[in-house]
């Protein structure tokens, strides 16, 4: 039986609608790459099916079909791919110095239209973040289909954010944004774990783990292509565990926390410099150009943040048996200046068994924009369903 034909759909209509979906999600999740062909031959739909599903969706401003770049005789190849009055993800990175707002396409392509910089407050942080995106929902309506919303902080049911070293609390992020139609508000470095799965270092992987260098550090549990959230959706919180040995106070309540030794301010404080409460990237981002240029101070810094990124990969590794090691932000910093350091405390650290087939230790290919990526993959995966579908294709008929 064809795959056109599976997952419980009774009528016509259903199949056909569940197949529109099939065919949206592959686009998107290929990075709009395929030809119609290849994707008719990975669904495991009939050549007249898809061909009928394309052209639907086209109608309805969904898809839109360019040429392939290379084709042999014959008829020229077609490539399905977002169509330009198509859905809209927005998707934010609230940083704890500053936002980033992108535009992201059906596919991936994600374009950054507006960067600012806040006081570190929440009200400072989210209330002109909020106008900003009620001029971009007006300025786009009605293409927008949600927004994604990635904060450096453990995110509880209802959208609420505790950052712990800038001081926010049970911080209501939909009530300040007071943003109309759907928002998904969720952990940065989860959101990073995600796009790991889908467009990076991840994609395949059963079990992975993700790791985000900032101010401090932050990771995630990937099973199956998910950030594994916990039971209250608070889980992973890698970063303050007591990994290192150390016993020093945290600001999250915890002693210890491993995340006090990797990072931007455990960095800067190597060197005697101001850190703490969201400042001082730009006074890292110097001394990792110092690390390159083989400043003597600032690579012993690099050295020691390594070690104990390395020591701490090793603990998760023996607890989680994942495939791979992801790293973002400074992360990849830390591992092209520091991998021998890095790699030297995660190989003492492993238990034997592990040390037989350990796992790949990888920078992100993604930079920064991971959790961008995640947040509008949060987006369309609550887009990319039946029911919203169809009421696209009901509005824009």
């Known amino acids: 039986m064809r795959a056109e034909h599976e997952a419980g759909a009774t009528t016509s209509g259903a199949l056909r609608a569940h197949n529109r979906v099939r065919l949206l999600r592959a686009v998107h999740d290929c990075g709009a790459s395929l030809t119609r062909s290849a994707l008719t031959r990975d669904l495991g739909l009939a050549r007249g099916t898809a061909s009928v599903l394309v052209g639907e969706l086209a109608e309805s401003g969904l898809l839109h079909e360019e040429p392939a770049a290379e084709h042999g005789r014959g008829r020229p190849t077609q490539v399905p791919g977002p169509h330009p009055r198509g859905p809209i993800a927005l998707a934010v990175d609230v940083r704890e110095d500053a936002w980033e707002v992108a535009a992201c396409e059906l596919g991936g392509r994600a374009t950054v239209v507006e960067v600012r910089p806040h006081d ?219 991998l021998p350091e890095l790699m030297e405390r995660f190989e003492r650290g492993l238990m034997a068994i592990r040390r037989e087939r350990p796992p790949r230790i990888v920078p992100s290919a993604l930079g920064w924009r991971g959790s961008l990526i995640g947040a509008m993959e949060s987006v369309f995966d609550a887009f990319l369903t039946v029911d919203a579908v169809d009421q696209w294709r009901r509005a824009h008929a």
């Open 120 to 338: 570190g407050t929440p009200e400072g942080a989210l209330v002109p973040l909020g106008a900003a995106l009620r001029a971009r929902l007006e300025r786009l309506a009605p293409r927008v289909v949600g927004t994604g919303v990635a904060l450096a902080g453990p995110v509880r049911p209802g959208g609420l954010v505790d950052i712990a070293h800038l001081r926010w609390t049970s911080v209501d992020v939909p009530g300040l944004l007071a943003l109309p139609g759907p928002l998904v508000v969720g952990n940065d470095t989860a959101f990073a774990g995600l796009a790991e799965a889908r467009r990076g270092g991840l994609r395949g992987v059963a079990v992975g783990l993700h790791l985000h260098v900032d101010f401090d550090l932050g990771g995630t549990l990937i099973v199956d292509g998910r950030p594994l959230a916990g039971a209250t959706g608070v889980g992973a919180e890698f970063g303050h565990m007591p990994l290192t040995g150390g016993d020093a106070p945290c600001m999250c309540g915890a002693y210890g926390c491993w995340g006090q030794e990797v990072g931007t301010n455990a960095l800067l404080r190597h060197l005697g410099l101001a850190h703490g409460g969201g400042r001082g990237r730009d006074h890292a981002e110097r001394l990792l150009s110092a690390a390159t240029a083989g400043d003597e101070a600032a690579v012993r810094a690099v050295r020691s943040c390594a070690g104990a990124l390395g020591r701490g990969v090793s603990a998760l590794v023996n607890a989680h048996d994942p495939e791979a090691v992801t790293l973002s932000g400074f992360g990849v910093d830390l591992h092209r200046l520091a």
